[in-house]
């Protein structure tokens, strides 16, 4: 069964970094697939903030996070990462990790990032 856990989440002070960590189990992270990070606010609507592809390494972020946030994979590990620095109070958010695999998308449970002025 495809399964997602998001970890490393927590509360940080504006200007402060945090890895966030998501570990696949269910599949491989050999075979071609987009792994993405989204967040999403509370009252707000789901936001991208970044996508990887675990072969070949194609990355993209949204606006508002390049230049602060990275996105990474250790395929041996099937885990993508997200390092946060620079994180401002917009930051606020629960961060899902999610891919989709033969027609079926796929969610962790989320992780809650919270960062205070």
């Known amino acids: 069964q495809l399964q997602l856990v998001e970890s490393g989440g927590g509360l940080v002070q504006y200007g402060g970094s945090l890895r966030l960590s998501c570990v696949a189990s269910?599949?491989?992270?050999?075979?071609?697939?987009?792994m993405r990070w989204y967040r999403q606010a509370p009252g707000k609507g789901r936001e991208l903030v970044a996508t990887?592809?675990?072969?070949?390494?194609?990355?993209t972020y949204e606006d508002s996070v390049k230049g602060r946030f990275t996105i990474s994979s250790d395929n041996a590990k099937n885990t993508v990462y997200l390092q946060m620095n620079n994180l401002k109070p917009e930051d606020t958010a629960v961060y899902l990790c999610?891919?989709?695999?033969?027609?079926?998308?796929?969610w962790g449970q989320g992780t809650q990032v919270t960062v205070s002025s």
């Open positions: 269910g599949f491989t992270f050999s075979r071609y697939v987009i």
């Open positions: 990887i592809s675990t072969t070949g390494g194609t990355i």
């Open positions: 999610s891919t989709r695999i033969d027609l079926t998308t796929y």
